[in-house]
């Protein structure tokens, strides 16, 4: 495992400890600095900061291109997931279109259901065909 996919990883955790405790991203990313024996790397936490930035459009894009898919009815991990990948793809220029879909379907492959690679990648895909008029 890469250290960008290790620090993908590391930025799940954080996302999907906020999400499940309804806490401040930020605020669980320094608790895991202090508390945790597993290292944060910087592009973990540039994901973890990212994501929290364009967190209110990244949501209102997997939502509007989710077909027959609320946010909220998203498994919770698959939802941490797509931000990650979406925040990769859409404001994130080092990491190629590719790459970053591909990382999130691997990411859902060893994390989530058998069916949440192929939603990860479908949705993913889509936003990558329609990211020129989002960030118009």
Same mark, same amino acid.
Do not use: C
């Given at each position: 495992?890469? +250290? %960008?996919?290790?620090?993908?990883? @590391? #930025? $799940?955790?954080? !996302? ?16 895991? @600095? ?8 910087? &592009? #973990?936490?540039?994901? $973890? ?5 364009? =967190?209110?459009?990244?949501?209102? &894009?997997?939502?509007? &291109?989710? %077909? ?10 698959? @939802?941490?997931? *797509? %931000?990650?990948?979406?925040?990769? !793809? *859409? &404001?994130? =220029?080092? $990491? ?12 859902? @492959?060893? *994390? +989530?259901?058998? =069916?949440?690679?192929?939603? $990860?990648?479908?949705? *993913?895909?889509? !936003? ?6 989002? !960030?118009?």
């Amino acid at each position: 495992m890469n +250290s %960008r996919t290790k620090a993908r990883l @590391r #930025a $799940v955790e954080v !996302l999907f400890e906020a999400d499940q405790r309804q806490e401040d991203i930020i605020d669980v990313l320094k608790r895991r @600095r202090l508390h945790t024996a597993a290292q944060i790397s910087a &592009y #973990a936490e540039e994901i $973890v900061r990212g994501v929290r930035e364009h =967190d209110d459009e990244i949501r209102e &894009y997997l939502e509007t &291109y989710a %077909r027959d898919w609320s946010f909220e009815r998203m498994p919770a991990v698959d @939802r941490v997931i *797509l %931000r990650i990948g979406a925040w990769e !793809l *859409l &404001y994130n =220029d080092d $990491v190629p279109d590719a790459v970053a879909i591909s990382e999130a379907t691997g990411l859902a @492959r060893v *994390l +989530s259901t058998n =069916d949440s690679p192929k939603f $990860v990648n479908g949705l *993913l895909d889509k !936003l990558r065909q329609v990211k020129p008029t989002l !960030l118009a």
